[in-house]
């Protein structure tokens, strides 16, 4: 039952479901290898001898239904011992499927009539390569099915109940003849749709020989002779034969090049990936630097702030030895002269000017050690000034924070009191 055609002339209907899975596997199948076909040759040759592919088509189909059919009949044969082959088959239609290869025919119709030919070119190879890709997944659920069949009749070649077995090879039969039967009435849809497609291409050629001769009508004959028009005539066939070929060629180009730059932009897209990988990383290192760097600017400005003190420490510190110094030598002075008035009124003896003379001289090592101890702290407060300045000292130990000591003691523990004379 051959179902009616569609508006646009050219994508015939499908009959109604049969109830297999296996017809729904070939019925796909044919059907993609037999588009994927015929667009390789009109995409080749633009329409030329597109009968005879289809004859071609038809016998190389025939002679596959006779070796399937033969198959199935060795298997009703071999079937003796088989066991029962449970098929649950709710086939159905892809619907979606269809209405997208109406479409595509439909547009792809609406361009050739428009007279776009890049374009329709264009469309073709996409649904080539599409047909293309159908055409191997249906391939390789072919090979799986009959491998599957050959597994299970390998498998049931040793079992006993055989009725059902034989009931379920005929049932498969039956369904492979539909299918068969189907496939002829979609091949003379094909047939058909292909012809009419035939015809108009024949009438589009029989236009141009029109406006060719219309043409050659306008030349004035009496200056062109015939063979002048012969020669405009294969002039003219020959470049229209050489615009189709180049046409093609650079369609193939394009192709060429479109997957080139597909390639590329898949290798950018990884690139872009991994700088943005690296970039990330950047940034958290670049904040883990900036947070050290905080850290470093605050122990820098807690050292300068104990340098600050330590110095204004020394400072006191040499004030109040200047101080003890000046008091010392007034000390001295005192005695000196409370020593020399002791001499001139009393008459002491020599033990004691020795005791006075040893104590004074003990006085005067105190002062130069007191000296010496200021001109070396002196020095000190020099040296962390100038370091300060340069911005030598990078850490700073800190100042023990005894509170039953004094700042005095603090400052003088730091300080090498054995380099003391």
Known sequence: DQGPLTTDGLTPRRPPPLHSSTVNNHQRYLSTTQTNETLEDISETGGGGLLLRLQRRLKQLEQENKLMNEEFEKGITNSSKLGTIKKNSSWHLDELEMEKLKNDLKALREQVLKGDEKAAKEQLLAQFDALNAELEHRRREQIEMKSKLQERVMQHENETDDVIAADAIEQAYQSQKQINKMLELELEQCRTSYQREYDRTQERLAQLEAENIELYKSIDEDTVDDSMKQQIASVINENLVSLKDQEFENLKKEYEQLKIQNKELKQHLKKQSTLEEELQQLRSENERLKSDNA?????????????DEIILKNNELIIQLQTELENKT??????????????????????????????LNAERQQRQRLVIEMHRLEQKCENLQSELQNGNINTMKPVPSDSNMTWDSKFMDTLDLYDLP
């Open 295 to 307: 850290v470093i600017r605050s122990d820098l400005t807690q050292t300068k702030q104990l340098k």
């Open 330 to 359: 007034k000390e001295i002075t005192k005695l000196e002269e409370q020593l020399v008035g002791d001499i001139s009124t009393q008459d002491l003896s020599l033990t004691r000017v020795k005791q006075l003379e040893e104590e």
